[in-house]
């Protein structure tokens, strides 16, 4: 079953402490033809839905592990991940998928608890956990104290990643860095091109000079000696 809205609201806690899942009302049968509740469109809690589910696309196992993932934010960091001043605004901060890291607004958060929360949160189900099962291993590994299997994103992923989400802004900026490129380049070439120009300039110049001397004395005829002027 996947329930598609999971939330604080539906997970009901006993004085035990254990937690139960409430509300089927919109929940879909795996593998079967027709849903629990039938609805068309997006359905469920917006701060809570995966990425898909605002996209319009069917909710997988891997939606309710989203949900989980953001239930598990809210719980270190006391926020929402993504919030908006109407629904579109929100719609759109889940789409881009960059909720602050948890410690940026809880310093003291666990830094494991953040990294289980963010994977579970991925904004790419395939990034996410297989299963609840396997989100669940993980936060069973933090509370032996053993090693989570979730790891940070490297900046080069995280780079790649925005890159894949944002293509346009991404292409505008590599061909303005080309065209900042080509622009040094030129102005480079025509500085090297005025020096060149002022170079030859000068030599035009010189070799100028020295035509107009051999001319001058060319005109005047080679020089005679004083007596020989005397006797003519």
Known sequence: ???????????????????????????????????????GGVVGTPTYMAPEQVRGDEAT???????????LYEIVTGHLPFLGANPEQLFFA????????????RPSADADLSTIALKAMALDPGDRYASASALGDDLARFLRGDPI???????????????????????????LLLAGTAVGYFYVAAGWARTRI????EQIGFLTDQAMLTYENAL???????DAEREN
């Open 1 to 39: 079953i996947v329930h598609r809205d999971l939330k604080p609201d539906n997970v009901l806690v006993d004085v035990s402490g254990r937690p139960f899942v409430a509300d089927f009302g919109l929940a879909r049968v795996l593998g079967a033809s027709m849903s629990l509740t039938q609805s």
């Open 61 to 71: 196992p891997a939606s309710d592990v989203y949900a989980l993932g953001v239930i």
């Open 94 to 105: 889940i789409l881009d998928g960059n909720a602050p890291h948890p410690r940026t607004l």
């Open 149 to 175: 299997h979730a790891r940070p994103l490297s900046v080069a992923t995280r780079a790649v990643r925005w890159v894949r989400r944002h293509r346009l802004v991404s292409g505008l900026a590599v061909a």
């Open 198 to 201: 002022a170079a030859q300039e």
């Open 220 to 226: 005047l005829g080679p020089a005679r000696p004083l």
